[in-house]
């Protein structure tokens, strides 16, 4: 047997490094609640919270005064003012959530009188149900998990139908509109055959072709169909799912200013961390070694995660000059002129890995004029042009919308006819793309155009 010796080199990172790269790629809430982590189990860290209740009471007494003087100009600015702070004023009411789907069949099933193990999967059922109320269990499945014979779910799962909102426990969407006809006593054969051949012609307003399938006037077909759009597709979107909203904080917030634009870090409300004076004082007293030790490895890890975060911030600063120096006429006037933008274009300003690129735009986002993005949003590919400009995704897009808005609705253009124009100056693009394209924008196709 021959034995090798091979050389080779390989990249180990420190933790220090790890922890440097995890605190790069944090969003503004991520640092937070890494930091509030950090003061927690390091007792060195001295971690302040933002007090703003000085602010609120100055506000206070600022309207306090406007309400004692006699201008009525004052009074009204109180009025309009206090309805901007009510969500934040301490003593505001507030209601009890809005009612879940679940709670509201619970209550309806809790009520009737019938056979236990009836009543039991009919709980089971309830609980199945998606957010939009639908039943994606079929009734096998259920019986086989209770072990026992389908003919007692489908009992079950008609007792959960007949329950309101209508529509409920329906399998798809075609079941819970036709549960919702029944319901309503509705008589409409054309209505209940649309629903059951046609739902994705409804969908493109193909009214011509299902009047050809269904062998129907267009003015019958058309009167089925608004018939239809008066039912509610998701009878259970009108509840509380019990899911909090995900609000989005934005990381920086660029504004235009007398000398151009200016980049806002968004630390409002991020806490000021330090080290503890009392901690560093007990390295100069006469503390015996191995407190010494515990103490100076405690203050060396805080300033390294303090260190961390301005690297983060300066990092995040130079990324953001470097997007705003490029995606000047994006910020100036809108989507429509974002340019095409990889991460390498940046990485070559700030002098920087593409890498630490990529783990400074991770997951953070921008408020500007224009909205809130993401600062993916602004590394864009293109598409080459016959004048050797390059053309991103959302100027095409721009263009795919400005034709469609100016075609005549009586005869739309085709999405091959559009691919025309766009080649037509200059523009390679497929038919493909521009139909991606158009669907991405909401717009419905030829015939779901046409008057």
Same mark, same amino acid.
């Given at each position: 047997?021959?034995l090798m010796?091979?050389? +080779? ?10 922890? +440097? ?57 109180y ?23 679940? +709670? ?11 056979k ?14 998606d ?19 389908k ?10 139908k007949?329950f309101?909102?209508a ?36 969908g493109k ?37 019990g ?55 405690k203050i ?9 975060i301005?690297k983060?911030?300066?990092?995040l600063m ?19 002129y ?71 609705? +009586? ?16 523009i ?13 924008l ?10």
């Amino acid at each position: 047997m021959d034995l090798m010796l091979n050389t +080779s080199q390989k990249m180990l990172m420190s933790q220090k490094m790890l922890q +440097s790269t995890e605190i790069l790629q944090m969003s503004s809430s991520e640092l937070l609640d890494y930091v509030k982590e950090i003061s927690v189990e390091n007792p060195v860290v001295d971690y302040e919270e933002k007090n703003d209740e000085q602010e609120k009471f100055d506000r206070l007494k600022k309207k306090l005064d406007y309400l004692d003087a006699s201008d009525e100009q004052n009074r009204t600015y109180y009025a309009e003012d206090k309805d901007d702070e009510n969500e934040n004023d301490d003593w505001k009411f507030k209601g009890s959530p809005s009612q879940s789907l679940e +709670s509201c069949l619970l209550e309806q099933i809790n009520v009737l009188k019938c056979k236990p193990c009836v009543k039991k999967i009919g709980t089971y059922i309830i609980g199945c149900l998606d957010q939009n109320g639908y039943l994606k269990e079929t009734p096998e499945e259920i019986a086989e998990v209770f072990g026992i014979r389908k003919e007692y779910v489908i009992q079950a799962l008609d007792l959960v139908k007949s329950f309101e909102p209508a529509g409920v426990a329906a399998k798809d969407l075609k079941e819970c509109l036709l549960i919702q006809i029944k319901r309503n006593n509705i008589s409409n054969p054309l209505a209940e055959k649309i629903i059951n051949g046609c739902l994705e012609m409804v969908g493109k307003n193909q009214i011509h072709l299902i009047s050809k399938k269904l062998k129907a006037c267009q003015e019958d077909v058309s009167e089925a169909i608004s018939l239809i759009k008066k039912l509610n597709p998701k009878p259970g979107n009108s509840f509380d799912s019990g899911k909090s909203l995900e609000y989005i904080t934005p990381d920086a917030i660029i504004v235009k200013g007398k000398d151009g634009y200016e980049i806002i870090l968004n630390d409002r409300f991020f806490p000021n961390i330090g080290i503890n004076t009392y901690y560093r004082s007990m390295l100069d007293k006469n503390s015996d070694g191995e407190t010494k030790e515990y103490v100076l490895n405690k203050i060396k890890q805080a300033e390294w995660v303090i260190t961390c975060i301005n690297k983060r911030n300066s990092t995040l600063m130079k990324t953001l000059k470097c997007i705003v120096d490029i995606q000047k006429d994006f910020f100036d006037y809108g989507a429509g002129y974002i340019k095409p933008m990889c991460l390498n274009d940046v990485a070559k300003v700030i002098e920087m890995h593409e890498s630490t690129v990529s783990r400074t735009i991770k997951q953070k986002y921008i408020q500007c004029c224009h909205g809130v993005f993401p600062l993916s949003y602004f590394f864009q590919s293109s598409i080459s042009s016959d004048s050797g400009e390059k053309v991103t995704p959302e100027k095409i897009k721009l263009l795919i919308k400005e034709i469609v808005e100016n075609e005549d609705p +009586s005869s739309p253009l085709s999405d091959r006819a559009i691919t025309e124009i766009l080649n037509g100056k200059g523009i390679e693009i497929s038919r493909r793309t521009v139909a991606k394209y158009r669907g991405m924008l909401g717009m419905h196709g030829t015939s779901g155009r046409k008057c």
